[in-house]
Nanobody, 126 residues
Framework: EVQLQASGGGLVQAGGSLRLSCAAT????????IGWFRQAPGKEREGVSC????????HYSDSVKGRFTVSRDAAKNTVYLQMTDLRPEDTGVYYC???????????????????WGQGTQVTVSS
């Protein structure tokens, strides 16, 4: 059973940083896409940072490009999202998502995941 466990959210002031972690269990092959999505109040869930595990190609939404970095520790089967220069509009529930059937980070961020972790709240105060 695929399980994704997200952690690391919290309250931070504008301009601050946070690092989210997503521990993945229940699957062993490493040719897939995994990434981070967020849902702001009253808005649809959007893909913000995604990673292809077979070649480490990343994809970022325009709203976070240059501020967020997605990375992974293959030995720990964990994906991270380093968020810097946070803004109030980054506030939302952040979800870890994966698609074990495809490896495109672009496709994952734009089409959505098939497996989801629970969300973690990120609140950025102005």
């Amino acid at each position: 059973e695929v399980q994704l466990q997200a952690s690391g959210g919290g309250l931070v002031q504008a301009g601050g940083s946070l690092r989210l972690s997503c521990a993945a269990t229940g699957f062993t092959f490493d040719d897939y896409a995994i990434g981070w999505f967020r849902q702001a109040p009253g808005k649809e869930r959007e893909g913000v940072s995604c990673l292809s595990t077979n070649n480490d190609i990343t994809h970022y939404s325009d709203s976070v490009k240059g501020r967020f970095t997605v990375s992974r520790d293959a030995a720990k089967n964990t994906v991270y999202l380093q968020m810097t220069d946070l803004r109030p509009e980054d506030t939302g529930v952040y979800y870890c998502g994966a698609d074990l059937g495809h490896s495109s980070s672009y496709a994952l961020c734009n089409r959505g995941a098939k497996d989801w972790g629970q969300g973690t709240q990120v609140t950025v105060s102005s």
